[in-house]
């Protein structure tokens, strides 16, 4: 059975690419028997989703209205 270690590694990377037939399987059976890393694939997911709304057209909102950051 895989490991936590391992499922969260296959979690993040999902968002990169898209996994094989053995990767998504063996992540489907490890989120079924694993409440925490359910949890954490949820929270994976809602990262991601705040990254695309942040994304680049943000950038070019700040940048149009003056508010760029300057890092601080």
Known sequence: ?????????????????????????????????????RQCDRQFSLLGEAARQYGPDHEADQHESG???DGR
């Open 1 to 37: 059975m895989m490991m936590c270690k391992e499922a969260t590694r296959l979690m993040s990377l999902k968002h990169e690419r898209e996994l094989t037939l053995q990767e998504r399987v063996s992540l489907r059976f490890h989120l079924s028997m694993c409440g925490a890393c």
């Open 67 to 69: 508010q760029e950051d």
